[in-house]
């Protein structure tokens, strides 16, 4: 089983429309996640964290967090083309340590 | 306030060549991290440095590999007698020192390394 886990899409969605994204992870003593966006040919770039169970909103951006079911989530309201990127969820380990998904591909459809 | 700098952006390197990736942290950070990424896969980490230290090198490959971030200058990954699979993006991130943690690590730009 991978340690952080994501569908590794295409997903496709309507310009306007909300893109979920999905993330779950083995670990059970996590305390820290993180979502990072990449555009091709780029580095990733930090969108949210996230430390508590519960929602965390930044503009258009919600994180949610669910750490009895180990599952953590990226919504994006009023979606854009320039949204279309690679979406990577992230874990804390010990020792100061991050692990990554693999990512989802989004694109969005004008 | 500079971000995360790396350079060369771009490295070009003959098979058996040396490559030496530089990484400036940003500024007030002094945790390092090194991650390597294939073109269409995700990030794998490679090493975690504070000054002086290497704190976790768990990823970095037994042989060839070598990283440091000395008191002055910047932190380097050097790759020797480099081979074509080493061809990739190398990836430089910082977090600030805070107790605790992980907290956010924030990315350089990357050097792209290509071997011939």
């Known amino acids: 089983q991978k340690e952080v886990e994501q569908n590794s899409g295409p997903l496709s969605v309507p310009e306007g429309a909300i893109a979920s994204l999905n993330c779950t992870y083995s670990?059970?003593?996590?305390?820290?996640f993180f979502w990072y966006r990449q555009y091709s040919g780029k580095s990733p770039e930090l969108i949210m964290s996230?430390?508590?169970?519960g929602d965390k909103e930044d503009g258009r951006f919600t994180a949610q967090l669910n750490k009895a079911s180990q599952y953590v989530s990226l919504l994006i309201r009023d979606s854009q083309p320039s949204d279309s990127a690679t979406y990577l969820c992230?874990?804390?380990?010990?020792?100061?340590?991050?692990?990554f998904g693999s990512g989802t591909r989004l694109s969005i459809r004008p | 306030n500079a971000g995360v700098m790396q350079n060369p952006r771009h490295l070009v390197r003959r098979r058996g060549q040396e490559a030496r990736l530089r990484c400036s942290p940003m500024?007030?950070?002094?945790?390092v991290y090194w991650y390597r990424q294939l073109p269409e896969e995700g990030l794998k980490f490679m090493v975690y440095?504070?000054?002086?230290?290497?704190?976790?090198e768990s990823g970095m490959p037994k042989e060839r590999f070598s990283a440091e971030f000395p008191k002055e200058g910047p932190s380097i990954l050097r790759i020797q007698q480099v081979v074509r699979g080493d061809s990739a993006a190398y990836f430089c991130?910082?977090?600030?020192?805070?107790?605790?943690?992980?907290?956010?690590?924030?990315f350089g730009p990357g050097t792209r390394l290509t071997v011939t």
């Open positions: 991130a910082s977090s600030p020192r805070q107790a605790g943690g992980p907290y956010e690590q924030y």
């Open positions: 670990d059970r003593v996590s305390q820290s």
């Open positions: 996230i430390y508590s169970n």
């Open positions: 992230a874990r804390g380990s010990s020792a100061s340590k991050i692990i």
């Open positions: 500024k007030g950070h002094s945790h």
């Open positions: 440095l504070q000054k002086e230290n290497i704190i976790d």
